[in-house]
C-alpha cells in the first residue's frame, strides 16, 4: 500500500506541465476543443483520487506551482505564446474552469472514500 501511495504521488508531476498553455496550443492547432476536453479529463481523474486517496494537499500545491508557471510563460513571451492569443484573462478563465472540475471531482473522491470506510464497519 505505501509503494502505491508513492506511485499516485507521482502522478502530480502533470502540474509541471502548464497544460493550461497545452491545451491552447492544441486547440489552436487542430481549430477545436480537444485539448481543453482532454485536460479537464486528465485533470478531473487526478481531483478524484486525490480526493480518495487523501492527497488534496499535493493537488492543491500543483495546481498553485502551475498556476505561477503559466503566468511565467506569458511575462516571459516565449514562442509557446506568440503562437495564439494568450494572456493573463485567458489562463485565468481556463484555469478556473480546470480548478471547479478539480474541487467537483475531489469531493466525489471523498465521498466515495468515506462510503467504503462506513461499509467497512
Given at each position: ?42 485533470v ?25 508557471l ?52
Amino acid at each position: 500500500m505505501l509503494f502505491y501511495n508513492k506511485v499516485w504521488s507521482l502522478s502530480f508531476i502533470y502540474f509541471l506541465i502548464p497544460y493550461c498553455h497545452l491545451a491552447l496550443a492544441i486547440d489552436y492547432q487542430y481549430h477545436s476543443l480537444i485539448g481543453i476536453f482532454a485536460a479537464l479529463f486528465i485533470v478531473s481523474i487526478l481531483g478524484f483520487f486525490a480526493g480518495k486517496t487523501n492527497y488534496v494537499f499535493h493537488l492543491l500545491l500543483g495546481n498553485f506551482i502551475n498556476l505561477i508557471l503559466s503566468y511565467l510563460i506569458i511575462l516571459l513571451e516565449t514562442k509557446f505564446v506568440v503562437a495564439y492569443d494568450n494572456s493573463f484573462l485567458n489562463i485565468s478563465v481556463l484555469y478556473s474552469l480546470f480548478l471547479i472540475a478539480q474541487l467537483i471531482s475531489c469531493f466525489w473522491g471523498k465521498l466515495f472514500r468515506s462510503e467504503k470506510k462506513g461499509l467497512l464497519k
